[in-house]
Every structure is written in C-alpha cells, then in structure tokens.
C-alpha cells in the first residue's frame, strides 16, 4: 500500500497540478498539485522506513518514469516534464539520503528531510521549469515568490506528517513498552 500511495500522490499531483489554476496568497503563487508533492516526501520516508534505502530508489526511478509519461500525456512541454524530472530527483534523493542518515524517532526523520527535498524540490522546478531560464511563465521579479510559496505549503504538509505520525508511533512505542 505504501508504494501505491507514493506512486498515486505523484500521479495526482501532476493530474492537478495540469487540471487546476494556481492558489494564489498575496504574492504567493502555488501550483494545486503542491498539496501533493509534500505529500510525496512523507509516503516516500513510509516506503524506505519499510523497503530500505535501496530498494527506495528502485521506486524514486520507476516513480520518475510514471511522472514524466503522465506530465507530458497532459499537455506540458519538454521543458516542463524535464524540469519536474531533475527536481523530482534532486529532491527525492536529498530526502532519501537525510532519513537515512537522520539519528531520530522517525516523525523528525520525515519532518527535516521532507524539508529539505521540499526546498530543492520547490527551487529546481520554478528555476529550471518556470522563470525565463526554462519555459518563462514566471518573470525573474515573481521567482522568490514562487518559490518562497511553494516552500511554505510543502513545509506545512511535512508538519502536519510528522505530527500525525508522531501520534501513530508514539503509540505503538508505549504499547510496546507496556508489553
């Protein structure tokens, strides 16, 4: 199930993402399928916590496969399907390596490197697929913005991961304990 959930989230996120106009906060600007990509980040960690590091990236591969196809199949350019694969790796790899090498209960594992593959995930993709360097969508003046706005959305869902899985493994820690 876990693999079903990572790969569906990065379905969906691209599905809407292609689908539904941007959220807009002020001067934010953040893509609908931002919701999901977090989202990602968190079913990822659920499926190296299971599977290992190794086998991870066998998914983060197949994964990247199955988002390009569904990316191009709606629509989006090459420069767009190329700028989501590279953040796609980028960030998937950073929050692979971080959990692993993280020496903490699993929520803080998934809260700090959900962070930091949200981060590259959010500067790779509105540099390299948004602003004047890739398809040109975004002016360089709205780039911070974009990013800063993506970040925040991304950062919030890893919170609210964390907390929900803090609760499930701080349960099952104290049933464990209580024996």
């Known amino acids: ?45 659920l499926v190296q916590n299971k599977y290992g590091r190794k086998k991870t990236y066998l998914f983060i591969f197949t994964a990247l496969f199955l988002s390009a196809i569904v990316s191009y199949s709606l629509g989006d350019t090459l420069m767009i399907v190329a700028a989501s694969a590279l953040s796609f790796l980028i960030a998937e790899t950073a929050d692979t390596e971080i959990y692993t090498r993280l020496k903490l209960p699993m929520a803080w594992r998934v809260f700090y490197s959900g962070i930091v593959g949200g981060f590259f995930d959010s500067v790779v993709f509105v540099i390299v697929g948004l602003s004047p360097l890739g398809a040109g969508f975004l002016p360089w003046e709205a780039v911070p913005a974009a990013i800063l706005g993506q970040v925040i959305v991304k950062t919030v869902i890893q919170m609210f991961g964390a907390l929900i899985l803090s609760q499930i493994h701080g349960t099952k820690e104290k049933e464990v304990m209580a024996g």
């Not at 599905?15 to 999901?36: K, N, S």
């Open 1 to 45: 199930m876990r693999i079903l959930f990572y790969l569906l989230s990065i379905v969906i996120a691209n599905v809407v993402t292609a689908r539904f106009a941007p959220l807009e906060f002020g001067m934010f600007i953040v893509p609908m399928g931002t919701l999901f990509v977090g989202a990602t980040f968190i079913f990822r960690d």
